[in-house]
């Protein structure tokens, strides 16, 4: 992973840079040791595989030595004289936020790296309840202290949607009895089609797929004719099954 792209200066000091923006989150400078997710501005005394004076996250910490992802994509250790050291503002986590799993000590249901989305703030001392989006323990939830995690940035949000919207997708097509994309003779589905029908609308599914296309669908094209063609899934949205179907016994 390269230098950070993106990373915005906010405030300088006599020339020393004392807070940048990245992903939508505000980043401060600190003294005293790195963490794991703070990011760090390397020095001009800083080479090999590295940019001079560039971004990078801290992806573990011995000591007062930590460890990045240079610009060809290893591990690579700096000491603390390379190095100043930038700290996410803290901004406490609310009910909807999506983040990630810093620390799973006494914790069964998730580990380090997991995605939970917050659905629960009771203020106590572990006062978020979480639903596990990507993990182990994904579609249950977990109770989490404040340390346990950290704000999900811009990137991971969108990965962690994502992922949301693949297991709805997979759980609405699982109840009923079948796997994502699998059609059936006498589907009712919504097409858009240019290259055959030439139009997009809604019709019948009357034979299963062939090869690496998708079903054969029959529907008006825009010739105003009822025709057959294949058309290929990612065209194709399941309006009702077979089997839900009033006029078929």
């Known amino acids: 992973m390269a230098a ?11 020339g020393e840079i ?7 989150a505000e980043y401060e400078r600190v003294e005293g040791g790195a963490k794991v997710s ?3 501005r390397l020095t001009e005394e800083a080479h090999h595989d590295v ?14 030595r930590v460890q990045i992802t240079d610009d060809v994509n290893e591990p690579h250790h700096w000491d603390e004289e390379y190095y100043d050291i930038f700290r996410k503002k803290h901004t406490r986590l609310k009910v909807g936020d999506y983040a990630k799993v810093v620390d799973d ?11 939970v989305k917050i659905t629960e703030d009771d203020e106590t001392t572990l006062p978020f309840k979480c639903d596990v989006v990507i ?20 990137a991971e949000v969108t990965a962690v949607r994502e992922s949301e919207e693949k297991r709805s997708i997979e759980a609405k097509w699982a109840k009923i009895g ?6 059936k003779v006498g589907d009712i589905v919504a097409y858009d089609d240019p290259a055959y029908f030439k139009n ?5 599914v009357t034979a299963d797929s062939t090869y690496d296309c998708g079903p054969e669908i029959k529907a008006i094209g825009r010739s105003g004719y009822q025709e057959c063609w294949y058309v290929r899934k990612s065209s194709l949205t399941l309006i009702t099954p077979v089997e839900a179907r009033f006029d078929r016994s």
């Open 38 to 40: 703070d990011i760090i």
């Open 200 to 204: 997009d609308g809604i019709g019948e």
């Open 135 to 154: 993990g182990k323990s994904a579609g249950g939830y977990v109770w989490a202290r404040e340390s346990d995690l950290v704000h999900a940035t811009e």
């Open 105 to 115: 000590s006494g914790q069964d249901a998730v580990t380090k790296g997991d995605f």
């Open 178 to 183: 079948r796997k994502v994309g699998e059609y």
């Open 4 to 14: 950070l792209k993106g990373v915005k200066t906010l405030d300088m000091v006599d």
């Open 51 to 64: 940019t001079l004076g560039g971004f990078y996250t801290v992806r573990e910490v011995r000591g007062a």
């Open 18 to 24: 004392t807070k940048v923006a990245y992903e939508g």
